[in-house]
């Protein structure tokens, strides 16, 4: 893990991160789908998964993928102390994750533009959530406001 994120400047379109794995466990899932609210029988009820569908395990709900895989790039450290703000994205769900899978992610930095204000940049990423098979279940494009780096002296 980095110690101090990339700032505006260190970000180099093209360049690519990936994240360590982590398996999302029904722990995950039932405390996601808990605090969320998502009382959806696909997530909170086992016979109506058995009865009616079509993976027959426990199924992790998008947001869930999205936080974890979020969390997942927090722990990198790119943007450690120098990631200013969330902006908003693009979020497309390509495959279920469910209980006992592995995921990880893709990051690659697609474009950056300077701001008006100079002590910062807007950064986009594009993000593929990838499981234990390397089959995408989640594709992403994220913009954030990233810290410039100190002016010269």
């Keep these: 893990m980095r110690g101090e994120g990339l700032n505006f400047e260190g970000h180099a379109v093209g360049a690519t991160y990936r994240t360590l794995g982590r398996t999302v466990s029904e722990t995950d899932i039932v405390n996601f789908v808990n605090l969320g ?7 909170m009820d086992m016979e ?10 426990r199924a992790a709900p998008g947001a869930l993928t999205f936080s974890l895989s979020e969390g997942l790039i927090m722990q990198t450290g790119l943007i450690h102390g120098t990631g200013m703000a969330w902006l908003g994205g693009e979020i497309k769900v390509v495959a279920p994750v469910l209980e ?4 990880r992610v893709e990051v690659e930095i697609v474009d950056k533009r300077e701001t008006s204000k100079a002590d910062r940049g807007i ?3 594009r993000h593929r959530v990838l499981n234990q098979r390397d089959e995408v279940v989640m594709e992403a494009k994220i913009q ?3 810290r410039r780096g100190a002016p010269p002296s």
Excluded: C, Q
């Design 100 to 103: 006992g899978d592995t995921i």
């Design 37 to 43: 609210g998502f009382t959806e029988p696909l997530f």
């Design 48 to 57: 109506f998964v058995a009865r009616a569908s079509l993976f027959k395990r």
């Design 144 to 146: 954030r406001m990233i």
């Design 123 to 125: 950064v986009t990423y």
